[in-house]
C-alpha cells in the first residue's frame, strides 16, 4: 500500500476532528483502516479533517475492523 495512504490513516486518527486530543493511532489502528480509506475515500488522502468526514459518512461500508477504530474515536 502506498505511503501516503498510510499516512492520511495516521493522521485521520491522530485526533483531528474525531476526538480531540488523542494519543497517536497505533500500528494496528492504522492498519485497520487502510483498505477502506483507500477503497472509499482516496480523493481525501492527505486532508484529515474531509478524510475523517468521508469515514464517518461511509461507516457503515467500513470494514468491522476500521467501524471498530472510527467508533472508540469518537466517530
Known amino acids: 500500500m502506498k505511503t501516503s495512504t498510510l499516512l492520511a490513516c495516521a493522521l485521520l486518527l491522530a485526533g483531528t476532528g474525531l476526538a ?3 494519543s497517536a ?3 494496528a489502528e ?7 480509506a483507500q477503497k472509499l475515500c482516496a480523493s481525501f488522502i ?3 479533517q ?3 468526514a468521508c469515514l464517518k459518512d461511509n461507516k457503515a461500508k467500513l470494514s468491522n475492523d476500521c467501524r471498530k477504530v472510527v467508533e472508540a474515536r469518537g466517530g
Open 20 to 22: 480531540g486530543a488523542q
Open 25 to 27: 493511532p497505533t500500528r
Open 30 to 36: 492504522q492498519m485497520a483502516c487502510r483498505s477502506d
Open 46 to 48: 492527505g486532508q484529515p
Open 50 to 52: 474531509p478524510m475523517n
